[in-house]
């Protein structure tokens, strides 16, 4: 085989790469702040002391992480069709609420890895409990966390792909209609490759170095 591989009509459609690239960029980030929301919630009611919480947290995880994302994805958009939700909220609703479950437990074994002994100091100065989570054990915590929420990070904007079963305008949709146009199946696909690589490694580190450098910071104000 003898494949010529032409670049040119690739950067004739590079608006459309671009806009697809935003769109997944908002996409990740919108699911990122949704399931760690949800994962705030579900991973701090199942680290609570009393059962009825901790076997709720239970029951959502298990049910919504051991269903497919694309079911989760199909279900916002053909089974509340009924509702006119636009593709990227419904495509949101499936990142979010699957990616929350896997938020859930890293917030949960992040509460659970600080000693109870913050929590009881806290109350002993008078803070309540809302103020002792947001306060006490949230910060060290998400301090712990950080790595892991980067690696979901990481993981949502691979996934963010699938919503191109919707018709959402991200980078592996606009792929798909600029070889629909083109032709050139093996020139748009290795840009998309490219870059979702440097996306994913350039978010992956840059949230990483956040909790570094105020970790240096903090060094720095002790000395």
Known sequence: MHYAFQWAPIWEHRDQIEQGLLV?????????????LIGCLVGT??????????????????????VPLLLHIYFWYLGLSALELPAFLCA??????????????????????????????AAALGLR??????????????RAIAPSLASL??????????ASVVAVGELTY?????????????????????????????????L????AARAVAVRIDDA
């Open 174 to 206: 606009q792929a798909g209609a600029i070889e629909a146009d083109t032709f050139r199946t093996f020139e748009v696909y290795i840009t998309i490759t490219v870059l979702y690589l440097i996306l994913v490694t350039a978010v992956s580190h840059a």
């Open 92 to 121: 949101w609703f499936g990142l979010s609420i699957y990616s929350g479950a896997y938020a859930a437990e890293i917030v949960r074994a992040g509460v659970l890895s600080i000693a109870p002994g913050q929590a009881e100091g």
């Open 153 to 162: 990070f990481s993981q949502l904007i691979k996934d963010s792909s699938l």
């Open 45 to 66: 009611a199942g680290a609570a002391k009393h059962k009825l919480p901790r076997a709720g947290a239970l029951l959502y995880v298990e049910s919504v992480r051991n």
């Open 24 to 36: 997944t960029i908002a996409l990740s980030a919108a699911a990122l702040l949704g399931a760690v």
């Open 208 to 211: 990483l170095w956040l909790p």
């Open 129 to 142: 409990r809302w103020q002792i989570m947001c306060l006490v054990i949230y910060p060290q915590a998400f």
